[in-house]
């Protein structure tokens, strides 16, 4: 919409509307009509036909290319999202998940129909077992939380098959919020675990709350304060001699693919998210997956089927696992990711992945060393860090952290996560895939944003200054959603 000379805003589709114009002629029916009256219950019938917008195809193209033009995205700008870890998606794995083979399979086919699709199952649920040095894996799990709650119900179908029920899993102070809510919804109680001062786990608090009782400590690491803790197969010990597992949330494994392998330092069960350490797609609600990965001991409760191989060399699906904890998804889980994962995993090799994580780590480092000395930021936590790091802003003059991040998409920067861990911060990951003078930029452009804040502070509050957008009451649109529109003297093509 061009207002005053300037581009000032896309009107709604249906602000767009034409009485009377078509996108799509599909020409005259080849079925014979029937009353629908006949076949669908009164009371699922409208009166009327939907309102939709009116529309030309060129129209509607142009429509929604200038809306996607306005998008961040990983294709389109830096994403330094801390824990988020948001990473380039390799054009080749989207060219092999589209390919026919795969696209045009049907999840009841023959398996001697699918033999090729079954060795890929197959072989990921390999490489994946080894990344994490443990003995099994299910690629059932369609995301991190989803892993989460598969994982707890594998490790309560052990306790229970070995004792009993244990009602409490323990969760570190700077647990992903998932942690706690997948033992909620495991029927289980969440019991905190202190952090030192210097972020690290307080293994005195550990030792104090662990008992028969416990089921399981849930723990990130590396942490979400971008430090490894070294201290992890001693908590390991204090577990095991209680009968406890170690749970590892897997969100941070793109700092040590192929440095470490989290069954070698203790780990019973772990989840991996794919779109943060394979590069699958990220986001949107859209399909995703969450592979666990679990100890020989544990591997009778995992989801049946498992894809195994034959001696003969064919593939099949065994359903004869009478310890398991039954389907957590349906079929083979989200296959179309698992391609792209498996495609990554292919392309790097051991060697490769290795290479991932010490470019991932670092990349934040750098970064790390570019702020440090820079009057208007603080480091809360040293150094080295992992793949990501915590940087609190010196606020004065009313600023919140908020100003900072909206101020970052004036650079074409999308904001890092914001008050999290730790109240006040910005959690910063640059991930492998982006280049120095990229990491520069966002270094030169925090530098900047911290002299407008003591120069000019009200460049921040008022920012965004180039988005399409000012900045929106983000707290009244998520309490308050208003999700109808309704033109004024807005008519349809029949005139009402």
């Not at 359903?319 to 079929?331: A, L, Q």
Request: aromatic share 8%; hydrophobic share 40%; glycine share 8%.
């Amino acid at each position: 919409m061009i207002r005053d000379g300037r581009v000032c805003g896309e009107p709604l589709i249906f602000e767009k509307s034409v009485p009377g114009a078509c996108a799509v002629d599909l020409g005259p029916s080849d079925v014979p009509s029937t009353d629908p009256t006949e076949t669908v219950p009164a009371s699922m019938l409208a009166d009327d036909a939907p309102p939709l917008p009116e529309l030309g195809e060129l129209e509607v193209v142009r429509h929604y290319a200038r809306l996607g033009s306005r998008l961040f995205s990983v294709d389109a700008n830096f994403y330094p999202l801390g824990s988020c870890t948001m990473k380039y998606n390799p054009r080749v794995n989207e060219w092999a998940a589209g390919l026919p083979g795969f696209t045009a399979l049907h999840p009841l086919q023959a398996e001697a129909d699918v033999q090729g699709a079954l060795e890929m199952l197959y072989y990921l649920r390999v490489f994946l077992a080894e990344i994490a040095g443990l003995a099994e894996v299910s690629l059932q799990p369609a995301a991190g939380a989803h892993g989460e709650m598969a994982s707890l119900m594998i490790i309560n179908a052990y306790h229970a098959d070995h004792g009993g029920v244990r009602p409490n899993v323990m969760t570190t102070d700077s647990a992903h919020g998932t942690n706690p809510a997948s033992c909620t919804i495991c029927g289980r109680n969440a019991v905190q675990v202190k952090s030192r001062p210097d972020g690290l786990v307080d293994l005195d608090d550990l030792r104090v709350k662990v008992d028969d009782q416990t089921t399981a400590l849930m723990i990130t690491n590396p942490n979400t304060i971008g430090k490894f803790d070294p201290q992890i197969t001693e908590m390991a010990d204090i577990l095991h001699k209680r009968g406890a597992m170690l749970y590892l949330d897997g969100a941070n494994m793109n700092a040590i693919l192929g440095i470490t392998r989290p069954g070698d330092f203790g780990v019973d069960v772990m989840h991996y998210n794919t779109h943060k350490t394979f590069s699958t797609p990220h986001g949107c609600g859209g399909p995703g997956a969450g592979p666990i990965a679990v100890t020989k001991a544990l591997a009778p409760y995992l989801p049946r089927p498992q894809v195994e191989k034959r001696g003969d060399g064919t593939y099949f699906q065994n359903h004869d696992m009478p310890k398991s904890i039954g389907k957590v998804r349906t079929f083979s889980g989200q296959i179309g990711i698992l391609v792209r994962c498996y495609a990554y995993l292919r392309a790097l090799g051991p060697d490769g992945l290795r290479d991932v994580s010490e470019k991932a780590v670092l990349a934040a480092n750098y970064i790390a060393a570019c702020l440090k000395d820079e009057p208007g930021y603080e480091l809360p936590f040293s150094g080295p860090y992992s793949h990501e790091f915590i940087l609190k802003p010196r606020l004065a003059s009313g600023l919140r952290v908020l100003d900072y991040a909206k101020r970052l998409i004036d650079f074409g920067i999308h904001p890092p996560t914001m008050e999290w861990p730790i109240h006040g911060a910005l959690m910063v990951e640059p991930t492998e895939t982006e280049s120095k003078a990229t990491l520069d930029e966002f270094s030169d452009a925090m530098k900047r944003i911290a002299a407008e804040a003591a120069e000019t502070p009200d460049k921040l509050k008022d920012a965004p200054e180039y988005a399409w957008i000012d900045r929106a009451d983000e707290v009244a649109a998520s309490r308050k959603p208003n999700l109808c529109w309704q033109a004024e003297n807005a008519v349809d093509s029949n005139g009402r």
